[in-house]
């Protein structure tokens, strides 16, 4: 049977392989479009960002500073879009 020290020594090693195999992965991105029209973005988060034509659209013209307005909602319901990206 293992000692306590051993075990320990072993945990550390573990940890630091771990470390390791995180710093090799690379988060890669992807894009896919849907039969609809819309763009999944894959590797920025947990879950795919999808958005659909008009939500770039409007994602991009605040990125530009083409849009003069303050926050806008695409639909009046739900999250906002700040033109502070």
């Given at each position: 049977?293992?000692?306590?020290?051993?075990?320990?020594?072993?945990?550390?090693?573990?940890?630091?392989?771990?470390?390791?195999?995180?710093?090799?992965?690379?988060?890669k991105?992807?894009?896919?479009?849907?039969?609809?029209?819309?763009?999944?973005?894959?590797?920025?988060?947990?879950?795919?960002?999808?958005?659909y034509?008009?939500?770039?659209?409007?994602?991009?013209?605040?990125?530009?500073?083409?849009?003069?307005?303050?926050?806008?909602?695409?639909?009046?319901?739900g999250?906002?879009?700040?033109?502070?990206?």
């Amino acid at each position: 049977m293992s000692s306590v020290k051993d075990l320990q020594a072993q945990v550390e090693e573990l940890k630091k392989q771990l470390e390791v195999e995180k710093q090799k992965k690379t988060t890669k991105i992807s894009f896919k479009v849907s039969p609809k029209g819309a763009v999944s973005v894959y590797g920025l988060q947990r879950f795919p960002v999808t958005l659909y034509k008009s939500q770039w659209r409007l994602l991009l013209e605040q990125h530009n500073g083409n849009n003069s307005g303050g926050a806008k909602s695409t639909r009046g319901k739900g999250p906002c879009v700040s033109n502070k990206l």
